[in-house]
């Protein structure tokens, strides 16, 4: 693991977006994501690990996606269009995605749909793969060639609601989690809902008759991430209200069992940071803690009041608003707070921040934090990392969620950030329809294609160029 670099690496989002041919946002990145990287992630890039971005973003002639001179990309899937392996029109909302290898050097994706009753187009599934008739999220499972061309596009998981993202476990199954808490009986669903569901990629027949993960926990869940060594699962909840969400760990009755053994229950717990009820308020990255504690939630179905408003003693859990991004990579799970604003209830002010969690040694590191620019703090042009992932070649890649344009952020090994795509669809904001973040960005196990998601319209992008420039 490269060693942690205290000092502040910092480029103003102005700098950055003038470099890429836009204009006039205004953030800061501070720290540098070095502890992020390891040398076995370079195995996709031949040992190169490019400390730069890839240059200015050319403009896309159709309209639809701006990328660095050399990168092209492909549409694979989007939504409206009938489904390939028939059924339906391919449903809305794109957001979550994992890769799997598949046979004969195919790829296979599971897509999350964060649908809720209002979505345009709702995941067509049939009455089998239905958890609720009354839901309108789930799971599409894409097969692609070689080329990334689409051989198969068919539903493996209906009737859940908001599916938002997830994650992959070691035995290769998708985790699709429900960023929704809605009893039976309202919004139109017949169940609750607010679980964790099993998907597999490779026989979509073991997907028939969904059973929601209740051990898991019952919360406006985002993401996870499995412990390989061990099968712990890690959660992160996205909750909207105070006192916002927490980060949880399952230990299961079976740890590393395969597809369905979650299914055999375990223990769910919440983190307390002894000393800190809210990670906002810690604000310089290297800041590390240890003692973490682990307190056992004690309804986790909710069924009188949330997981995160639950009595645990005098010292309480640790909260973080908006808990979004999880995943293990290093020896450690990774989870993203995408920002905290103290006028919702946040001790203080943050535009996003990264934490690095070591069950090992038991300690919890806040590696990032990106920070507004103090000379137009009220810019809301850029407002946080939302999904993201660890690139083969070094760094991060990180999914824009605000107003205004959406970009796919770059950030190198050296805490560099860049811009390295821009969604050209639209220009929307959480309350218009034309809402146009990116999500579920993921790379191919060889670190040759890049895929990530347009939320709205429904867009999945396969994206190949020069990587190692």
Request: glycine share 14%; charged share 20%.
């Amino acid at each position: 693991m490269t060693p942690f670099d205290d000092s502040p690496a910092t480029l103003s989002r102005r700098e950055l977006l003038t470099r890429a041919g836009a204009a006039g946002v205004a953030v800061t990145f501070a720290g540098t994501v070095g502890a992020l990287v390891s040398a076995d992630m370079a195995v996709g890039a031949a040992g190169v690990v490019p400390r730069a971005g890839y240059g200015p973003l050319v403009p896309d002639p159709a309209g639809l996606l701006d990328l660095p001179r050399g990168f092209r990309y492909r549409v694979v899937s989007r939504e409206g269009e009938p489904l390939k392996s028939g059924g339906g029109a391919v449903p809305s909302r794109f957001d979550g995605m994992g890769y799997f290898r598949g046979r004969g050097g195919r790829g296979v994706l599971v897509r999350n749909h964060e649908n809720s009753p209002t979505a345009r187009n709702p995941v067509p599934a049939p009455r089998e793969y239905k958890y609720d008739p009354g839901g309108f999220g789930g799971t599409t499972t894409l097969v692609l060639d070689a080329g990334n061309g689409l051989i198969e596009e068919r539903v493996s998981l209906g009737g859940t609601a908001v599916n938002c993202a997830g994650g992959i476990t070691p035995w290769q199954t998708w985790l699709s989690c429900e960023e929704n808490e809605s009893r039976a009986g309202t919004n139109g669903y017949e169940k609750d809902h607010g679980f964790i569901f099993e998907v597999d990629p490779f026989h979509n027949t073991a997907n028939a008759t969904p059973t929601p993960l209740t051990a898991m926990g019952r919360f406006q869940h985002e993401a996870i991430c499995v412990d390989p060594r061990t099968g712990i699962v890690y959660e992160t909840e996205d909750a909207f209200a105070f006192p916002f969400g927490c980060f949880y760990r399952f230990r299961p009755n079976r740890p590393l069992g395969g597809y369905g053994s979650l299914r055999a229950g375990g223990l769910l717990q919440a983190m307390r940071v002894p000393g800190v009820a809210d990670l906002s308020a810690v604000q310089e990255p290297g800041t590390e803690f240890g003692g973490i504690e682990w307190v056992t939630v004690p309804d986790p179905l909710a069924t009188s009041e949330p997981t995160r408003e639950q009595d645990y003693g005098p010292a309480g859990i640790t909260h973080a608003q908006k808990l979004e991004g999880c995943y293990w990579g290093n020896g450690a799970a990774y989870f993203v707070s995408s920002y905290s604003r103290a006028d919702e209830g946040s001790t203080v002010d943050h535009d996003g921040q990264v934490w690095r969690y070591d069950p090992v040694r038991n300690r919890l590191r806040l590696e990032v934090v990106f920070t507004r620019d103090s000379e137009t703090p009220d810019d809301k042009l850029y407002q946080a990392p939302d999904n993201i992932c660890l690139s083969p070649y070094g760094g991060l890649m990180i999914c824009e969620d605000g107003d205004g344009e959406q970009h796919l952020l770059g950030v190198t090994a050296d805490g560099d950030p860049f811009v390295f795509a821009r969604n050209r669809q639209n220009v929307g904001t959480a309350d218009d329809p034309s809402y146009g973040e990116f999500a579920g960005v993921v790379f191919d196990d060889r670190g040759r294609t890049l895929y990530v998601n347009c939320y709205n319209p429904g867009t999945t992008f396969a994206i190949t160029g020069p990587w190692h420039r």
